[in-house]
T-cell receptor, first 113, second 115 residues
Framework: SQTIHQWPATLVQPVGSPLSLECTVE??????LYWYRQAAGRGLQLLFY??????ISSEVPQNLSASRPQDRQFILSSKKLLLSDSGFYLC????????????FGPGTRLTVT | AQSVAQPEDQVNVAEGNPLTVKCTYS??????LFWYVQYPNRGLQFLLK??????LVKGSYGFEAEFNKSQTSFHLKKPSALVSDSALYFC?????????????FGKGTRLSVIA
C-alpha cells in the first residue's frame, strides 16, 4: 500500500533562517506531487506541484521554492523565512490509476518567530 | 476557471440528526468531485469521489454525497451524525480534461456535532 511521509512534524524557526521540508511517497511510481499551505486551520493554498522529476509548477510567487530530485521525493525550501510563512504545510500525491484523487501526508507545523 | 464554493463556514448539528455540508462547483467539462475531512493537526483524509455513474456516492464513515448536475452541487450527507464527525470538511473539483491539473479546494466547512 502507498504511504506518504513528511518531516519534521513541527518546526520553530527564526525570521531570516532557511527552511527545508521533505516529503516522500512509498508504494507508487511517477506520482504527481503537491505542496499546500494552510493558515489558521482553514483553506488550502496550493504552492507547488510536480508531474515528474525536475518539473515544478509554481502557483504563488513568494520566497519559497520546491524541488523534486527523485521520483518520490518533494522538497520545500526557503532561503530566508518571513513571519508570514508560518502555517501548516501539507504534501500530497496522486496518480492516474486512482482518478487523480489526492492523498495527503500528516503535515508540518511551521512557526516562524 | 474552475472553482468550488462551500457557502457555510460552520455547520452545527445535534448528535443523531442528519447532517448536510454544502458544495457547489463551476468547471469546464465534466467534473471530478471529491470530499475530504481534516481532524485537528492532521492531514486531509479522502472520504469519497464522483467520477461518473450513479449520482449518489457512498464513502467512508457512513458519509454519502449526491451529484446534481443541473444545480452544479455535490452536497455531503450523513443520516445520523456522531460527535466524532466534528471536523473540517473540504469539497474539491478537478475538470475531467487533464489528470495533471491539481484539485481546486473549497475554503472548508467546520462541522460541530453536539451531544
Amino acid at each position: 500500500s502507498q504511504t506518504i511521509h513528511q518531516w519534521p512534524a513541527t518546526l520553530v524557526q527564526p525570521v531570516g533562517s532557511p527552511l527545508s521540508l521533505e516529503c516522500t511517497v512509498e508504494g507508487t511510481s511517477n506520482p504527481n506531487l503537491y505542496w499546500y499551505r494552510q493558515a489558521a486551520g482553514r483553506g488550502l493554498q496550493l504552492l507547488f506541484y510536480s508531474v515528474g522529476i525536475g518539473q515544478i509548477s509554481s502557483e504563488v510567487p513568494q520566497n519559497l521554492s520546491a524541488s523534486r530530485p527523485q521520483d518520490r521525493q518533494f522538497i520545500l525550501s526557503s532561503k530566508k523565512l518571513l513571519l508570514s510563512d508560518s502555517g501548516f504545510y501539507l504534501c500530497a500525491w496522486s496518480v492516474l490509476a486512482s482518478s487523480y484523487e489526492q492523498y495527503f501526508g500528516p503535515g508540518t507545523r511551521l512557526t516562524v518567530t | 476557471a474552475q472553482s468550488v464554493a462551500q457557502p457555510e463556514d460552520q455547520v452545527n448539528v445535534a448528535e443523531g440528526n442528519p447532517l448536510t455540508v454544502k458544495c457547489t462547483y463551476s468547471v469546464s467539462g465534466n467534473p471530478y468531485l471529491f470530499w475530504y475531512v481534516q481532524y485537528p493537526n492532521r492531514g486531509l483524509q479522502f472520504l469519497l469521489k464522483y467520477i461518473t455513474g450513479d449520482n449518489l456516492v457512498k464513502g467512508s464513515y457512513g458519509f454519502e454525497a449526491e451529484f446534481n448536475k443541473s444545480q452544479t452541487s455535490f452536497h455531503l450527507k450523513k443520516p445520523s451524525a456522531l460527535v466524532s464527525d466534528s471536523a473540517l470538511y473540504f469539497c474539491a473539483v478537478r475538470p475531467g480534461l487533464s489528470g495533471n491539473t491539481p484539485l481546486v479546494f473549497g475554503k472548508g466547512t467546520r462541522l460541530s456535532v453536539i451531544a
